[in-house]
């Protein structure tokens, strides 16, 4: 079996070490360079310069046009009933309902029998680990109402709450709480505690949802659940899956030449509380969903909402490193497959800058304690 966990650091040696580096030195070199050509060659430096200027602007007209290309896809994909190409797909053909079908639908049934792996929607079941630490109920309930509102049946849906002990009493309340109102229109809904200071796992999210992973792996297997009819999505505790996100997620995971070995990305929306954040943020948040916004496999890395699926564990499903904060371990997992539905998620409001602070100490002054609000 391939060792997919990502090593301490005590443990990154040669190679591993060396590629780890390359990134920042290449980033390095190419920001002094123009300074070390111009002792040495005016010219050289001048066209290095211009070099990289011509360079930036050709990335930059690709990147537009793949953006708009991205948004018109992803609008086409937002009009189709993937319910009903689920429906074709449990069929092995068109059926006599009256949907919209586009070409690449029928390109996929043709090669259905061609599959290595012939999976139909009707067989499978989707687990959606909800990571938290400290997060308020404001924050946690909205996210378990959206899977519930989504245009898929619970009853195929197991809610795992990944939440950690160091957070304390009030989030194992918390937790028990919505568990205690929402189990009952899951098909299982369980809450795992990540206990503190595990040897050899770094404090993060990463370790908390590979350790809500395997306690997933436990469950399937006692409920004699095949894993690979399992479909895991990570989410943050402020992300908010679109309706169809499931449906569409069971049609690729059917289609795609290698289901086992793939990562599914839906296309981050940072909208959530948009107009809360920083000016900064908002920037950064605009230029992040244009980034995401262009489907294709390698622009397809992983995000704090994705799904995979497992064929040997389910910590491997989950896609998380005990060796890793956030995420990481699905780029080694190929290719990388875009779902083209918007998934909306929060951008990070504290610590502003002080004009920042300044401008909403003023706002709050004159503000009526009624109309402020948490658009989470």
Known sequence: MTDLEIPLEKDRHGHYRFFEILPGALSWTLLFTPLILSFINVEAAVLFVLLYLLIFFVRALAYSVRAIDGYRIMK??????????????????????????????????????????????????????????????????????????????????????????????????????????????FLHAMAVKHPANIEGEIIGKGGNISYAGRALQKHLKQADIDPATVLVTTLDSDNRPDKRYFAALSYLYCVVPKPLRASYQPLAMYTNNIWDAPTLMRVIATAARLRTRQPRDYRSTPQARRSSCGVMRVVVVAGSSRGSVARSRCRRLTPGCPICRPASCCRPRHRPFWPHRRQRGQASATASPTASTHSR
């Open 76 to 185: 086409q994909h937002m009009k189709l009933d993937w319910n009903g190409l689920c429906a074709d797909i449990d069929q092995g053909a068109a059926g006599n309902n009256r949907i919209m079908r586009p070409k690449w639908h029928f390109k996929n049934l043709r090669l259905l029998p061609t599959r290595e792996y012939q999976f139909k929607p009707s067989q499978l079941t989707h687990a959606v680990i909800v990571a938290t630490v400290n997060e308020s109920r404001e924050v946690l309930e909205p996210t378990i109402q959206a899977i519930l509102g989504a245009d898929y049946d619970p009853k195929k849906i197991i809610l795992v709450f990944a939440y950690e002990g160091r957070a304390g009493k009030p989030t194992a309340n918390r937790v028990q709480e919505l568990l205690n109102l929402y189990e009952d229109r």
